[in-house]
């Protein structure tokens, strides 16, 4: 028999017995499906996480110091931070501090336990990008300016979710307890996310010495930006070498570039997507042995059939091609099938993530590729070939005049 009519009489085999070639394909269609999944998921976080890095810019820089360093006597301070940009300003365009701060935000008789609270700078908010270091833009009223930090003046900028949740009108103007202390909201951020409790529109922004008296931060944070992504390298080699130069240790303080940061998060994604795709192979592996073991069973059935063709001229070739060609297309149905499952779940997943994230659709996308795809699709039929082949050469090897007798 030529390829067509193995083929048909594949299709013919797992007609006769449906159920169980369904259960023979399951293995398979679990595995290529989990595949597909995580291929497609991994994608799309990876594709969403490159673009929130993107909106911070490629050219920040975040510095964290921890100490006082090998026998210091003294820490990096704001001004050594400043005096550093003023220094290369063909490299460095602007630092902030970036002081996380304890803090009880009240409005009225409303508390807002997960608000956060954070001191930084004017040079926080960019004006030749007029977005903040971290790509959030204004919706009303303005920025901290100079003479807010200069002057540790008590007013703030607040986010989306405390502008429609704290206040019944217009919140500009109008004043909002930090600690105790009344802070008059001088500008609202515009709604970067999903906008909840706790997120990153449920945020205050007030002068960074005002923060570092609140407690939890005392100026060990530092955002940077360097003139453009091309001096982003050169910026850190000078940040690096200041700090260096007092900690005389790098245990002391990390310095990072938006790149760095997107390049080891695409390095951890793409380690936890090998893992999982290498658990997911595990059903694969399955499938395998499950077509290995019904194509025993089905060589062990058809012992008569195999004597009979043996009989009238088949030989050993086309017994062997006729039960891979078998073992083949069960594989490849069951890989047809998890391909379909896997692209449908994909687009089930894709929506309820971005209803958790409140991304909408202009936000996390799981991506099928068709590499993932044909990848899955190539090693299901493989898998299928080999695990078939056993079996076939059994068929195969069989004396005629013994299969004839066999009953």
Do not use: W
């Amino acid at each position: 028999m030529n390829f067509t009519q193995s083929f048909k009489l594949a299709i013919k085999s797992l007609m006769l017995s449906k159920m169980r070639a369904l259960l023979t394909m399951l293995g398979i269609i679990i595995g290529v499906a989990a595949v597909i999944i995580i291929t497609s998921l991994g994608n799309g976080m990876q594709n969403y996480m490159n673009a929130q890095f993107e909106q911070l810019g490629s050219n920040l820089i975040q510095v964290m110091v921890y100490g006082r360093g090998e026998g210091g006597t003294r820490d990096v301070d704001t001004d050594d931070m400043y005096a550093l940009v003023e220094k290369y300003p063909q490299y460095l365009s602007g630092v902030t501090p970036y002081v996380s701060a304890t803090a009880k935000v009240r409005q009225g008789t409303e508390d807002f336990d997960h608000t956060s609270v954070y001191g930084v700078s004017e040079a926080f908010y960019r004006t030749d990008t007029q977005k903040t270091m971290q790509g959030s833009s204004l919706e009303e009223g303005r920025f901290l300016r100079y003479i807010d930090v200069e002057r540790h003046q008590n007013v703030c900028v607040i986010g989306s979710y405390l502008a429609e949740n704290a206040f019944q009108t217009d919140p500009l103007g109008q004043t909002i307890s930090v600690s105790g202390v009344p802070y008059t909201v001088v500008g609202v951020l515009a709604e970067s996310g999903d906008s909840t409790e706790g997120s990153g529109d449920d945020v205050i922004y007030i002068p960074y010495a005002n923060a570092q008296r609140l407690g939890g931060g005392y100026g060990d944070m530092y955002l940077m930006t360097s003139t453009d992504r091309d001096t982003a390298s050169a910026a850190k080699g000078i940040i690096e070498n200041r700090l260096f130069k007092t900690y005389q240790s790098s245990d002391y303080y990390m310095v990072m570039t938006s790149a760095e940061m997107m390049d080891a998060m695409d390095s951890m994604l793409n380690t936890l997507m090998m893992i999982l795709i290498l658990i997911a192979a595990i059903s694969l592996l399955v499938g395998g042995i499950g077509i290995m073991n019904i194509m025993l069973v089905s060589v062990t059935e058809r012992t008569r059939e195999i004597g009979i063709r043996k009989s009238l001229g088949a030989k050993c070739r086309d017994i062997r091609s006729q039960f891979i060609i078998e073992a083949g297309t069960t594989s490849a149905i069951g890989g047809a099938i998890g391909i379909v499952l896997g692209i449908l779940m994909a687009n089930v997943l894709t929506n309820v993530i971005a209803l958790v994230l409140g991304t909408g659709n202009d936000g996390f996308v799981a991506v099928p590729t068709a590499g993932g795809i044909g990848v899955a699709f190539g090693v299901s039929v493989a898998v299928g070939i080999l695990f078939g082949y056993l079996p076939a050469n059994k068929a195969a090897k069989l004396n005629p005049i013994d299969a004839l007798r066999y009953d």
